[in-house]
């Protein structure tokens, strides 16, 4: 009977953060494919450690262990460089379409960006997906990270800045 219970829980616990466990892992690993089998890995293992979660945030819990199972692909593979594109994101519910120049003055931006987002290093590149994409604390970010929470505000604060100028360059055609 706990079994059934345990599944339960672990159902209504971690489950609903799917999206944000392959959001997470695809971001760190720049490939669907890989965040895929990442994100099976991460669930396969929060699943036998569920009785071990002592409650509290389930959704920072699981991207703690979707974090460090990236962050144990990338060293095993030394694949520390920007890499290729990510899907297309929806669009708002803005419509755009009405004005081509706006859509594509829209899509060049957001192209920039993505391309300053793969460009930071990952443990800049973690902090910015965990708190602008998934809306974490800083104090939830510390926790998944394993960070003092100064560091995690150093981090977000130098990896903004380097987005800043990356973004800027990008915008005026001077990014590499």
């Not at 490939?31 to 890995?41: G, L, T």
Request: charged share 30%.
């Amino acid at each position: 009977m706990t079994d059934t219970r345990e599944l339960t829980d672990f159902e209504a616990v971690i489950l609903p953060h799917l999206d944000a466990a392959f959001n997470l892992a695809r971001w760190l690993l720049g490939n669907e494919e890989d965040a895929q089998d990442i994100v099976h890995d991460s669930f396969l293992r929060a699943h036998r450690y569920f009785a071990s979660f002592e409650g509290g945030d389930g959704r920072a819990w699981l991207l703690g262990i979707v974090r460090n199972t990236c962050m144990t692909s990338l060293r095993s593979k030394r694949r520390f460089e920007p890499f290729s594109e990510l899907p297309e994101q929806p669009q708002r519910s803005e419509d755009v379409s009405a004005d081509p120049e706006r859509s594509l003055l829209l899509q060049e931006n957001i192209a920039s960006l993505r391309y300053c987002i793969e460009s930071l290093p990952p443990e800049y590149r973690e902090v910015v997906v965990m708190r602008e994409l998934e809306e974490l604390s800083y104090k939830e970010i510390a926790g998944v990270a394993g960070l003092a929470l100064g560091t995690v505000m150093s981090r977000l604060n130098r990896a903004r800045k380097r987005l800043e100028d990356c973004v800027s360059k990008a915008l005026k055609g001077t990014a590499a």
